[in-house]
């Protein structure tokens, strides 16, 4: 069993609609993300993903210390991978630190987002759209 100061990353598990990441946290000399073995800004095209995905770390003070965050997502779309990783960033951010868990919440940065794609119903188009009515 590792102690906290033996213990080599820290992880956290993030999940939005079917997007699940799992990000990796270890201290080390210069902050660096690397998201499924490419860097962030390969990963992620427009600047808005690359601000959702690291807001946890950027948003917060009271973060001394720089980390190496690996992230391996799959499933969903662009911007659900993003918000993903945000939440399993801050989930792992909250293992390292209890005391950021106050700020992390205060943004919503530890909420998951439990909105979903609705299930297709049997007679009907989609999952609310029915064929058009007609009285004649």
Same mark, same amino acid.
């Given at each position: 069993?590792?102690?906290?100061?033996?213990?080599?990353?820290?992880?956290?598990?993030?999940?939005?609609?079917?997007?699940?990441?799992?990000?990796?946290?270890?201290?080390?000399?210069?902050?660096?993300?690397?998201?499924?073995?490419?860097?962030?800004?390969?990963?992620?095209?427009?600047?808005?993903?690359?601000?959702?995905?690291?807001?946890?770390?950027?948003?917060?003070?009271?973060?001394?210390?720089?980390?190496?965050?690996?992230?391996?997502?799959?499933?969903?779309?662009?911007?659900?991978?993003?918000?993903?990783?945000?939440?399993?960033?801050? /989930?792992?951010?909250?293992?390292?630190?209890?005391? #950021?868990? @106050?700020?992390? %919440?205060?943004?919503?940065?530890? +909420? $998951?987002?439990? /909105?979903?794609?609705?299930?297709?119903?049997?007679? #009907?188009? @989609?999952?609310? %759209?029915?064929?058009?009515?007609? +009285? $004649?």
């Amino acid at each position: 069993m590792a102690t906290k100061t033996e213990q080599r990353y820290i992880e956290g598990i993030g999940r939005r609609k079917e997007a699940v990441s799992r990000v990796r946290i270890t201290p080390s000399k210069k902050f660096d993300v690397k998201v499924n073995d490419k860097t962030l800004a390969d990963y992620f095209d427009t600047a808005e993903l690359q601000k959702i995905a690291t807001a946890s770390f950027e948003d917060i003070e009271g973060i001394d210390q720089i980390f190496s965050v690996s992230v391996h997502v799959k499933g969903g779309g662009i911007k659900s991978q993003a918000e993903s990783i945000r939440l399993g960033s801050a /989930r792992a951010l909250v293992e390292f630190n209890e005391e #950021l868990r @106050k700020d992390l %919440k205060k943004l919503g940065y530890l +909420k $998951r987002d439990p /909105r979903v794609k609705e299930r297709k119903k049997f007679g #009907l188009k @989609k999952a609310r %759209k029915s064929a058009q009515w007609s +009285k $004649r």
